[in-house]
């Protein structure tokens, strides 16, 4: 996948009434250019994952869909989207990660994630999402810049304000862990 199409079918797997939009309203909500979207679109169309019908357009294949948006995702683009690596400042500030307050521009994702969604995870793991510079995590007094780090700090690229579930899934599955994989399989259920 192209990234304007990994921009795209995520927007459209996040919420149904997604693909009932028009090409200007998913330009808009995605950032792409309604060239880029015309262009994804007809790919899905002759793929067979969007078919238009008398009542509006279908995702169908949802599944299938889910697995290769996050199988791309994990396996080539999210190392692209790597910043740097951060660590805690101390052992008693990496037990207690949930008191950290991120700024605003800044989301957990993977394994931190997962554990905020359904605390069923414990984090071994830590990534970040920032929408322009890692620097902002500095502010929170509680992790530095360390190139060796636990935290992996990566460039956000969705619209919406929270981390989609599928970058959640797709995050756990780029780790190799049975525990991750078994996350995983908890997240994929609610989206």
């Not at 999210?78 to 800044?106: G, M, N, Y």
């Not at 970058?167 to 780029?174: C, E, G, N, R, T």
Request: charged residues 30%.
């Amino acid at each position: 996948m192209q990234k304007s199409e990994m921009r795209l079918v995520l927007f459209l797997l996040q919420d149904k009434a997604n693909i009932s939009k028009t090409y200007r309203q998913m330009a808009k909500e995605t950032g792409l250019s309604l060239g880029s979207v015309q262009g994804v679109m007809s790919d899905l169309v002759e793929q067979g994952f969007v078919v238009e019908t008398s009542k509006g357009r279908i995702l169908r294949k949802r599944i299938f869909l889910i697995d290769r948006w996050a199988r791309e995702y994990s396996e080539g683009r999210k190392k692209k989207h790597l910043i740097c690596r951060f660590r805690f400042l101390a052992e008693s500030v990496k037990e207690h990660w949930t008191d950290i307050q991120l700024p605003s521009q800044a989301r957990w994702g993977g394994e931190p994630a997962a554990f905020l969604i359904d605390g069923y995870l414990r984090p071994q793991r830590w990534d970040i999402y920032v929408d322009e510079s890692a620097d902002c995590l500095i502010s929170t007094g509680r992790m530095i810049p360390d190139p060796e780090g636990e935290i992996y700090v990566y460039r956000r690229f969705w619209v919406e304000n929270d981390i989609p579930k599928l970058v959640v899934y797709a995050d756990l599955l780029s780790i190799s862990d049975d525990r991750c994989a078994e996350a995983a399989d908890r997240i994929k259920i609610l989206i």
